[in-house]
Structure formats: structure tokens, C-alpha cells
């Protein structure tokens, strides 16, 4: 099946700070992916639809000031975490589909973590 | 207000049992429904979908059988085995030509199979 790559896996930062995520589709091209957000034992909760080219849909109740999403080409999406509070710790996951195709292929996930 | 609803939240089956996790959809909408299998700490990965014209689908130790008007879908995991201890995430969505619907997520089934 097809690789999404995300990176870092884990990041540890402190409050105030700012955190990017990176996602990349690696043998394929995606014109849309989306970011979801995850807590312990939860399940995926969505956050916004990525589309190359354009701006981001963003769920509601999610702050789209705090969580940058930039989707500059085919292959990469990246979300930024900005003024990081303890609150924003959680499983970032995003996720990438084929162009044309139907099914959704996830990254591996980005454990933050804002002391 | 859920659109997808899972059940069991959690399951103990015995090696090579069978394991039955069941979901109930809402929007008559959705035309794809995949399951995912994720483990502790990684993003998930797609397992099995189906379509609402076919009634069962069959990969291996995984068979989807899907009821279009009881608008319910089940996946069934034969032979259990210890490795397929995971959360499993059953997922609906509408697919749109040349790009995707976002993913509606049930709760999860934490599935264990013990020796």
C-alpha cells in the first residue's frame, strides 16, 4: 500500500513554544489530507481538510490561528502547533488519500507532549 | 451526535476464536465503509472496506458483512491470534469523484486475544 510519512513521532517542547508536523506522502500524490487529533483511548477526532493550493477547512471548535495548516505541494502537508499549552498535548495523526482513489492512508502519528 | 456507533468498546476473545465487533451507521449518505486496525502508539491502518452493493467481503482472517437496511456493518476476525490484539476503528464515509470525503470514525474496539 501507499507510505504517508510523519515526523517527528514524539516532541516535547515547552509552553509558549511553537511545533510543526510534518506529513508526506511518499510514492504518491495527494490532493487532499487531513490532520485528526487523538487522546488516550479515544478515537480519532477530526481537525481540518488540507487541500493543496488553498486554505484549510477547519472543524468547528478547532482554532485555526493555533493550528497553522500548510499544504504546499502534492506530497506535503505540515501542521504547526503555535503558542503550545498543556492542553495541546495529544496524538497528532494525519492521513492522505490517492488522487482518484478511495482509500485513506494514515502516517504513524506525532506523540506531543508541552511541559 | 454520533454517526457511527461501536460496539463493543472492548473484547477478550480466546486464541483461535472468533472475534465480532459491530457498527451501526446513520446517514444513508455514506458509500464506503473501512475498518482499521491500530496499535498502541502508531496511526492506524486501513485493514478492510467495503461498499454498500455487496453484502460480505472476505481478505484472509477478516470478513466484513454489511447490512444496507439495518444500516449496520460488521467485521469478524477468524482464527484470533495474540497479534491481532489492537484497537480496531470501524469508519464511514462519501466518497466524491477526484478527491474524498472526510472520515467518520466509531469509538473503537480495543480487542485482546489471550493464549
Known amino acids: 500500500g501507499a507510505v504517508v510519512s510523519q515526523h517527528p513521532s514524539r516532541v516535547i517542547c515547552k509552553s509558549g513554544t511553537s511545533v510543526k508536523i510534518e506529513c508526506r506522502s511518499l510514492?504518491?500524490?495527494?490532493?487532499?489530507m487531513f490532520w485528526y487529533r487523538q487522546f488516550p483511548k479515544k478515537s480519532l477526532m477530526l481537525m481540518a481538510t488540507s487541500n493543496e493550493g488553498s486554505k484549510a477547512t477547519y472543524e468547528q471548535g478547532v482554532e485555526k490561528d493555533k493550528f497553522l495548516i500548510n499544504h504546499a505541494s502534492l506530497t506535503l502537508s505540515t501542521l504547526t502547533v503555535t503558542s503550545a499549552h498543556p492542553e495541546d498535548s495529544s496524538f497528532y495523526i494525519c492521513?492522505?488519500?490517492?488522487?482518484?482513489?478511495?482509500?485513506?492512508?494514515f502516517g504513524s502519528g506525532t506523540q506531543l507532549s508541552v511541559l | 451526535q454520533q454517526q457511527v456507533k461501536q460496539s463493543p468498546q472492548s473484547l477478550i476473545v480466546q486464541k483461535g476464536g472468533i472475534s465480532i465487533i459491530n457498527c451501526a451507521y446513520e446517514?444513508?449518505?455514506?458509500?464506503?465503509f473501512p475498518w482499521y486496525q491500530q496499535f498502541p502508539g502508531k496511526g492506524p491502518a486501513l485493514l478492510i472496506a467495503?461498499?454498500?452493493?455487496?453484502s460480505e467481503k472476505k481478505e484472509g482472517r477478516f470478513t466484513i458483512s454489511f447490512n444496507k437496511s439495518a444500516k449496520q456493518f460488521s467485521l469478524h476476525i477468524m482464527d484470533s491470534q495474540p497479534g491481532d490484539s489492537a484497537t480496531y476503528f470501524c469508519a464511514a464515509s462519501k466518497l466524491k469523484s477526484g478527491g474524498y470525503q472526510k472520515v467518520t470514525f466509531g469509538i473503537g474496539t480495543k480487542l485482546q486475544v489471550i493464549p
Open positions: 446517514n444513508t449518505a455514506f458509500d464506503y
Open positions: 510514492d504518491f500524490q495527494a490532493t487532499t
Open positions: 492521513s492522505a488519500g490517492q488522487v482518484g482513489g478511495e482509500k485513506l492512508f
Open positions: 467495503i461498499r454498500p452493493d455487496v
